[in-house]
Every structure is written in structure tokens, then in C-alpha cells.
């Protein structure tokens, strides 16, 4: 199973941006990129799915996209809620499952 | 409300056995697709497992042979039985519910797998 290869920090102060990338290994991520946030000691929560898609409750402040092989996920208006841990994942064609490293987020 | 609740975690020896339970509520348990992730103590996640509607497993290469899952519709149960654990599958499992086959809208708050001697 490839990886996917998330940067291990990223940072931002309150109400600036900040975007987090996830490469995959193949030319293209594929249409199946999905983003999780984790507070500490909590279980994730699903912030982005099929790239860009939010589920129901999850702020407008949270976008996706693609571009060949890596997926980035935006974050607009930083709030000091949006700190965490964020994690990508992919799918490929009868494989399973895989997800990045993880990101850690900081608002600072 | 979506609720999952997992149980069975604990203490095992290597190379011994664990089943892991998930009762489920809130939702049509049959009509979704049902995953396995872990997290080992201060790394990222892994997925583990997921079984279909249809009753399908796939699992990660990590895994396989080892460890089985299962679902009980009739229960609104999903199951993982671990055989020949190892001291590297010590982590929490969480159990969570597909959005859509390719995501995970809903999770446990897990249970954890210490694999000790």
C-alpha cells in the first residue's frame, strides 16, 4: 500500500489561512480524498470528503481540492477550535484505505 | 443521534486472541458499510478493516489472516476478532460508520489493546 505524505506542522494566526497538502504517490490522488481532524484524546471527526464535499455542520471555512497527485485541504478565518490534528486519506481501485501521516495544526 | 460504542479492549498477551464489539444506534446499521481504524499510543491512524453491506471484508495488509471482521444485523453489532496479536497492534480502535464508502462520518470514542507479555 503507497503512502500519502502530509507536511507533520503547520501553523497560522487567528483569521489567516492556512492549507494543509496531501501527495499521493500515483499521478493522480484519485476522486476519493477524504480529511479528518482530531482534538487530543478525542476521535476524529470528518471535516472534507470526495475532495471538496463538507458534511452536514462543518463550517464554510473548510475547503478541499486536488491537482494531480496531491490534495490540499484550506482552512479560511482561523479559529482557535481549528487546532488539531489533520489527517488525509485515499483510495485506490482494490486497495484499501489509506490514510497520511498527520498534520499538526496551530493557531497561534 | 448516531452512537457507536465499542468494547472489548484490554490486556492480551502476544500471540493471543481479543474480539472487539461495536453496538451501533441511531441509524439503519444494515444499509452501511462498517470500519475498523486504529491509532497506536502518540502515531497517526490506520485503517484496519471494513466490511460491506453485503457482508465483504477487505483489510489492510497489516492484518490479514489475523484478524477477522464481522457484522450482526440482527444486533446492530460490528465485530473484529484479532488472533496472533503482536506488540505493535497495541492501540485504540475505533469503530465508524461509512458516509458514502470512501468516508467515515461517524466514530467511537474506541477502546484500547495493550499487547504485552
Known amino acids: 500500500q503507497s503512502a500519502l505524505t502530509q507536511p507533520p506542522s503547520a501553523s497560522g494566526s487567528p483569521g489567516q489561512s492556512v492549507t494543509i497538502s496531501c501527495t499521493g504517490t500515483s499521478s493522480d490522488i484519485g476522486d476519493y480524498v477524504s480529511w479528518y481532524r482530531q482534538h487530543p484524546g478525542k476521535a476524529p471527526k470528518l471535516m472534507i470528503y470526495e475532495v471538496n464535499k463538507r458534511p452536514s455542520g462543518v463550517p464554510y471555512r473548510f475547503s478541499g481540492s486536488k491537482s494531480g497527485n496531491t490534495a490540499s485541504l484550506t482552512v479560511s478565518g482561523l479559529q482557535a477550535e481549528d487546532e488539531g490534528d489533520y489527517y488525509c486519506t485515499s483510495y485506490e481501485v482494490g486497495d484499501y484505505v489509506r490514510f497520511g501521516g498527520g498534520t499538526k495544526l496551530t493557531v497561534l | 443521534e448516531v452512537q457507536l460504542l465499542e468494547s472489548g479492549g484490554g490486556l492480551v498477551q502476544p500471540g493471543g486472541s481479543l474480539r472487539l464489539s461495536c453496538a451501533a444506534s441511531?441509524?439503519?446499521?444494515?444499509?452501511?458499510?462498517m470500519s475498523w481504524v486504529r491509532q497506536a499510543p502518540g502515531k497517526g491512524l490506520e485503517g484496519v478493516a471494513l466490511i460491506y453491506t453485503n457482508g465483504r471484508p477487505i483489510y489492510a495488509d497489516s492484518v490479514k489472516g489475523r484478524f477477522t471482521i464481522s457484522r450482526d444485523n440482527s444486533k446492530n453489532t460490528l465485530y473484529l476478532q484479532m488472533n496472533s496479536l503482536r506488540v505493535e497492534d497495541t492501540a485504540v480502535y475505533y469503530c465508524a460508520k461509512d458516509l458514502s464508502g470512501y468516508a467515515s462520518d461517524y466514530w467511537g470514542q474506541g477502546t484500547l489493546v495493550t499487547v504485552s507479555s
Open positions: 441511531g441509524f439503519t446499521f444494515s444499509s452501511y458499510g
